[in-house]
């Protein structure tokens, strides 16, 4: 069951693929009043099966793996519990709002699907380029917070008294945050001025600043890709070649291709 | 008609060209009604004027292609259908509502543009680095709407009481897929102090994330251009090198450098 | 005059440089009605000052060039007259709306300025990379521009019926380039269920769609540079290095540095 | 103490991080009234033992350095002293809107952060591509300014005399660079058709214009990391090289592979 390469675990990752999607629609759905309202008893009885579907297949997991205990403390099995446990609880505290975060906790399983997706090609490249790089983009990405916070103080300081939008220091750097990252909602914008000239500033300042994660990342996937084309000559140890090379393009010698 | 090397096909190939821009513009004018009120016979000429011209051309090719049901069955054959056969329900059905969205089957011809402008050089290098890079864009687009979905969902459950932008999960996903993208329409904005905290980190993810597609295609462009700097083998042809190379990476021959 | 080599020619520059700069800045200014108002006269006597500076420079040109025909024919020949000329019209028109068109022409100048940074090593690398990827980037746009019409009139198919913002075709299109090009007003925004979920996937596109530019340009920038820095080996041809290297890394010869 | 590489200077090093941070944290909680109304008296002792401790921090520096004239005058010296002399003033003017301005320079501290994790190997690299492409994308910058101060006035004298928000040019290039940018706040927006059709044009310029910096900067970290993966000549100490050169191109003699 575990075992993705025999038949039988593909069917049984689909089936699970396909019941996690359903079940991830139908709290969707759940959520909108028009929708729920109408046809409620339906959502009931479709949530009932898919938390006893789901109950199943923790209790299957539980008595298949070698280690039972394991299982459960790891991140899968956590998420897997989180679950299923919390519907439970609804038969005790049936009020609205407690419902609608417990049935939230049912979408982490969308971390189940991450699981399945990434033993695809494609993704284990992107993983690759993501976990090399992964220690320069946090770097980055806490000078852009540093940045954010020092920029989103000085347009407090300009702002604060001429600008509901800009009337905490935490608001002015969420102003900062949504500016540099180039959304702009527009929920606030500078009114003053000086403080339009800053936020120009800024901008422009964000557009040369997003530059730097892509050239990371760039640099990253080229360089991944790269290797997976590459081979040494075993004779003059001079050159690197391109997977499908017979013979060394520095030394002329033959390649061997199992090599 | 068909080969676009000969001066008549190419001919053949800039009238169409100028028949679909045109007809393209007229049906935008068409729908601003200050305009398509003013002039409304013009529009009604000119439309019958098109279709008839559409519809030659459809006959045309039809008579023309070595097998007229291929064509028929074909993308292209079933976008022309589609661009005349509706106009002619309008006799039938003359409401404005079914006029409107009939109409609209004519846009499908910018396809046509599509595959005239692909023959030009630059096009196909862009199209080689999209084919090759496609299905990681594919994966990476699902990941990205795999974690709109799961930020959307907590969006909602921190919001959904206070704001009447997050009053369902799939607004609240809409409203992720809009800040992720760093689109921020400004519609949907958190409210909530949590929600701001929790969308500012959402924020510079997504610009982190941004990062991904653009290293994809830097790196499926650059290899792209390389390929196209490289030399045949003048003994074996079967092999490609770069422009230093000194002998045969397939055959081990010598390669001639001023070749 | 025309020789930025010269410490003449470098010192009219800057000073050309300074008095457009300044001039521009009068312009912004004046648009401004509670500055302009203020200093009515002040701007007045400067304006006049202004336009002989630059009518001098304009016949110092004439005079200098050899050929003063092909100067006036020029594109800077041309942006020097249109700085100009306009402005003695105010005499004989003087309502304030002419007046600001005829102003406004003297931004033109701005493009002297671009003239005279091109020469800076930096902007001729940009400038370089640019130019090379001219072709692929106006393709690539056009490309956009179709993708706009259609999406736009997708949507105005969709929503027209229901939101104001989307009542014609161009307005729809409109929203499409706001949209792709992640800029996203806010002004005109989906308000359908099945508008929202359309324009999701059209950001969702447009995300992984900005990557084909970055993916463009980065090529033409790293191959700019590369070339920059390379030369080949005199001896044995097979190899390219850096500038600074002294012998060939495949052969050990020594490179004659003037090579 | 200005030695990081001693366990004593890393303590305090991270010690002072902490202070700096919670201090940061301190002044943004303070700018929040709901919050600083509350808890007033917590505020004012902590904000007096946070300057107290800078102060003696500030005393011992100017104690321990070799010059303290050298200290006192450098970058990080008039930091140190910004983030607390002011705070002293307070004494004087106890106003309110002096007293958050007084604050605020404490915020300056926060280089002090960003000089401390610059000796991190990630922001090194980072630092390095930075530097490298500082003055290439300067001159970009300087592009986009001249630009957008050319569309915005452009987008003056279409829409001056139908929407506020372009009323005038300073206006209109705050608009532009909003644009631009692709930020996009929706404070202002084209109203007339005319003026709709320019901004579609600007908006998918400044599509292709964001690949420029991106490009700049994915050349400059791909080579800054190919650099990172290249070797020294152990005979003359002088080149660099790719792992697989053979012979140093510097002195000419045999590279041992397995260095």
Redesign the interface.
Known sequence: MFQASTTAGKIFDIGLFILIVSN?TL??LE???SVSLKYAAVFKTLDIIFLVLFSIEYLLRLYCVRSAKRYAASFYGMIDLLAILPSYMEFFYPQW?VF??VR?FR?LR?FR??KM?RF?D??R??MF??VKSF????????????L???LG??M??VE??HNPGF?????S??WA???????????V?PAT?VG??I??FI??L???I??????????????E?KKSRKK?CPH???????K????????????DQSF
Chains 1, 2, 3, 4 share one sequence.
């Open positions: 991830i709290l969707m959520s909108v009043p709002h609608m975060i939230s979408l969308i699907i991450f997706v695809l494609e993704s490249v992107l380029a993501l220690r320069k983009i946090i770097v980055f990405l806490f000078f852009v917070l540093l954010a916070i020092f103080s000085l407090y300081v604060f008294q009337n905490t220091i935490p608001q750097i969420y945050v949504v500016t540099i990252t180039t959304v702009g909602y527009g929920d914008a001025a339009k000239i936020a120009s901008m422009i964000g557009y040369a997003i530059a730097v994660p892509t050239g990371i990342m760039s640099a990253a996937v080229i360089q890709e040494h003059c140890f001079a050159a690197v070649y391109g499908e090379a017979a013979f060394c393009s520095a030394c002329g010698q033959k390649l």
